[in-house]
């Protein structure tokens, strides 16, 4: 009779070394065709039986992820204590385990499991939290845009710029939250305590100036503007509509120059006459 492919040998070990509870509690999950072949898959001998040597391996990768991830989610960390995470990570594994060839990807779902873990009865911002953090690694990792500098900027004339696309960073994000988790994380930064956060509507933008990341709170009328509104023309009629129209023009000038110098806005471009339709 054959023995098993080296594919299935590959999906059997792939199994055991990913279970995040240990290679002996995945054993009882296995088809019985799977079990015949971790029968005959490792010698028995030496100091340690087949599962204490293939537990060797599957501890390796998972301290591996964990390590991997508390980079990712310091805060959320530092938060809830090493401990906790550890057993964090181990719940997040079973429901996400990794699918990637890079651990780089295997956090993406956190801020989703984040919000339905029981730990969120303790710190109800959990989820939150974990969204802050994987935005600040999905801007690192963004494609970089030249910057629009305060001298580009000035040449533009007004009634150009009215019809024009605002042509944001590619690694701008926008978060609506329901606790101000960047005041946790900016204490992270300053090696501060971190706070216990009270629930309160908060929109957070997070960007890259060259290789560092930048996360800063604002109003829920700026986020609309980056969210929703391409062109100055939108965003004046979407601001006079509640401010009227010089408390709108003050406004957009002001966001327009804090835009600029925080290196949030690359620049404009025309709008195509499709686009006009």
Not at 183 to 192: L, N, T
Request: glycine share 6%; proline share 6%.
């Amino acid at each position: 009779m054959a023995g098993p492919s080296l594919q299935q040998v590959q999906e059997l070990l792939s199994k055991l070394i990913g279970a995040p509870e240990g290679v002996g509690p995945a054993l009882p999950a296995l088809s019985l065709e799977e079990q015949a072949r971790w029968q005959g898959l490792i010698r028995h001998g030496g100091a340690l039986d087949p599962i204490e040597r293939l537990d060797v391996y599957a501890n390796m990768y998972f301290f591996r992820i964990r390590d991997a991830l508390a980079d990712d989610f310091p805060v959320v960390r530092a938060t809830i204590g090493a401990d906790a995470f550890h057993n964090f990570v181990t719940d997040y594994l079973l429901v996400h385990p990794s699918r990637s060839f890079s651990l780089r990807d295997v956090g993406s779902a956190v801020p989703q499991f984040a919000r339905s873990h029981p730990y969120t009865g303790t710190w109800p911002w959990l989820g939150d939290l974990a969204a802050l953090e994987w935005s600040v690694v999905e801007a690192f990792d963004a494609a970089d845009a030249p910057m629009l500098s305060a001298e580009q900027w000035a040449a533009y004339a007004a009634e150009e710029l009215a019809n024009r696309r605002l042509v944001w960073h590619p690694s701008l994000r926008v978060l609506a939250c329901e606790y101000p988790v960047h005041q946790a994380w900016q204490r992270f930064q300053r090696d501060e305590p971190l706070p216990t956060l009270a629930p309160e509507e908060t929109w957070i933008r997070v960007w890259r100036n060259q290789e560092r990341v930048f996360v800063a709170a604002m109003t829920r009328d700026e986020a609309t503007v980056l969210r929703s509104h391409e062109t100055l023309a939108d965003a004046g009629e979407f601001l006079a509509a509640t401010y009227g129209q010089s408390r709108a023009t003050e406004l957009l000038a002001n966001w327009l120059v804090a835009w600029v110098q925080s290196r949030v806005l690359c620049g404009v471009e025309p709008i195509t006459r499709r686009e006009q339709r």
